[in-house]
């Protein structure tokens, strides 16, 4: 097979996954014992708030399920959201009383760029520390990397994220170690937030040829607003440097927190990759032909070592976005995670719908990508 055939097979076989998906998620939203209607009306339910047309009193908890759809049958309400879906309307959110659409699209971004941060950091300390480990095989420095691997794996991400904040983000009289270190007043990285309080990060400002509002990544949007628009910003901050330095320390913490446990999984998993292509006879050959031993173990043992790794990115994606949900609690970012929590508190089931559909969908593209990647790599995977 070759390789367009395998992408557009790939391509193919997402359609059905996503249908599934969202019948999944409408279903488990209406199979959830619990009533949105009641609870926006709470103890004002039995209320009345309109007469029918026949004279008949109608309750706020009535009028509540005829404004939500919910008083019709379900194969109807299906047919609407489905309907809805495609037209690009994703339904109201009652918590946050904007479409649906529009509270995904600032979330998704700030979760999204913690988690490929995050995993910017695991990858390259967990595929190191996985290569120095299976080329110390029982030593010392083995036994401590693998200590540390599952100790990274097994920190509960909500602690390991608060003993952060305890430690780099307070001063001295709370606990911190920073100050007395590098001279710092107060810690070395921001305890919370996007980005520091004392002003409004641009929401608008930027030069021409870039997307309307920004991108939402403020990484990116940092280096592209205008000299007119930084110079309405305090002085720490007129700059387009200043502004991603902002933006970079406070996702210090956050990204260290999701990026260590998977760096411990990661380490692991280089390590037993490497050590059994390190047995294969192909690097017996390298070795007996008199290559170094940095040689033989980056150029060739490494190389094969790092197939299976690549499976596992399309997983590490996944598993950051849901380590997202403490992360963004603690550290007060508003993304997906912190949405979702709050909808949940408040039974908001067409923010949980959407914010469950988005992540689905980068979920599977994430896996694409790899599947993608590893037949490029591994070109027996286009033939099976």
């Keep these: 097979m070759k390789l367009h055939e395998f992408v557009v097979r790939r391509l193919l076989l997402l359609i059905p996954v996503v249908i599934g998906v969202v019948v ?79 509270v995904v699209k600032d979330a998704a971004p700030i979760t999204l760029e913690m988690s490929f941060m995050a995993l ?43 003993m952060l904040q305890l ?5 001295t009289e709370n606990g911190g170690i920073c ?31 870039y997307p ?23 002085e720490e901050f007129g700059t387009r440097g200043l502004l991603f330095k902002d933006t970079l320390m406070h ?19 280089m390590r037993a990759s490497l050590l059994e292509v390190l047995n294969e006879d192909y690097v017996r050959t390298a070795r007996a032909k008199g290559l170094s031993e940095s040689r033989v173990v980056l150029v060739h043992a490494c190389r094969n070592a790092l197939v299976p790794i690549v499976t596992i990115l399309g997983f590490s994606i996944g598993g950051a976005i849901g380590g997202a949900v403490l992360t963004e609690t603690i550290f007060a970012f508003n993304g997906m995670g912190r949405v979702a929590v709050e909808s949940i508190n408040y039974l908001d089931f067409t923010v949980i719908m959407g914010v469950t559909l988005i992540t689905s969908i ?11 990647t590893y037949a490029i790599i591994d070109p ?5």
Excluded at 167 to 171: C, E, I, K, Q
Excluded at 251 to 269: D, E, H, M, T, W
Excluded at 380 to 384: N, T
């Design 24 to 102: 999944f998620t409408f279903a488990i939203a209406h199979l959830i014992p619990a009533d949105p209607a009641a609870a926006q009306c709470g103890d004002k339910c039995g209320i009345v708030v309109d007469y029918t047309d026949e004279g008949e009193p109608i309750s706020a908890y009535e009028a509540n399920r005829e404004r939500l759809g919910m008083n019709q049958p379900v194969r109807v309400q299906f047919e609407k959201y489905i309907t809805r879906l495609l037209d690009g309307d994703w339904g109201e959110s009652i918590t946050y009383h904007r479409p649906v659409l529009d």
């Design 120 to 162: 910017m950091i695991a990858y390259p300390v967990g595929i190191t520390l996985g290569i120095l480990s299976a080329v110390r095989q029982d030593q010392m420095f083995d036994h401590v990397m693998r200590f540390f691997g599952i100790a990274f794996v097994s920190l509960p991400i909500f602690w390991f994220a608060m």
């Design 212 to 234: 309307v509002g920004g991108t939402g990544f403020h990484l990116v949007d940092s280096w592209f607003v205008t000299d007119t628009k930084l110079s309405t910003l305090p």
């Design 380 to 384: 027996r995977v286009r033939l099976e």
């Design 179 to 209: 100050d007395p270190i590098l001279g710092t007043n107060g810690g070395c990285f921001p305890i919370y937030g996007r980005h520091d309080p004392s002003f409004t990060y641009p929401e608008d400002g930027f030069v021409w040829f």
């Design 251 to 269: 996702l210090a913490l956050p990204c260290i927190a999701l990026g260590v446990s998977s760096a411990g999984s990661l380490l692991r998993y």
């Design 167 to 171: 430690y780099f983000a307070t001063g």
């Design 362 to 372: 980068i979920f599977l593209l994430s896996n694409l990508i790899v599947d993608i």
